[in-house]
């Protein structure tokens, strides 16, 4: 089982910045798209940003302009650089990879839908 470790998190300022990471654990051998999706209290799960294998992006419109999704396929970790951040940005962050490609002990094997632990992401004066 691959797990998705996320870290950066925190309190800021508005208009302050931070840099989320996400890294995927184990022996894998390629994961297609990763990105990243935010829940605020009392809201549903939004898309922020994802990135494919390839480096194509896609982001919500709220935050364009502001927030960059990149990748180190080396690594199998995906960031979110956060910029000009907003009260309305406050919510917890999920990373996620939509289908990761691993060894286990027994055989090459695929994970879909695999979701992080999430991350809070507080932006108050």
């Known amino acids: 089982q691959v797990q998705l470790v996320e870290s950066g998190g925190g309190l800021v300022q508005p208009g302050g910045s931070l840099r989320l990471s996400c890294a995927a654990s184990g022996t894998i051998y390629g994961i297609n798209t990763m990105g990243w999706y935010r829940q605020s209290p009392g809201g549903q799960r939004e898309l922020v940003g994802a990135i494919t294998s390839g480096g194509s992006t896609n982001y919500a419109d709220s935050v364009k302009g502001r927030f960059t999704v990149s990748r180190d396929n080396a690594k199998n970790t995906v960031y979110l650089q956060m910029n000009s951040l907003k009260p309305e940005d406050t919510a917890v962050y999920y990373c996620?990879?939509?289908?990761?490609?691993?060894?286990?002990?027994?055989?090459?094997?695929?994970?879909?839908?695999?979701w992080g632990q999430g991350t809070q992401v507080t932006v108050s004066s």
């Open positions: 996620h990879a939509d289908r990761i490609t691993f060894r286990n002990e027994i055989r090459v094997a695929v994970q879909l839908d695999s």
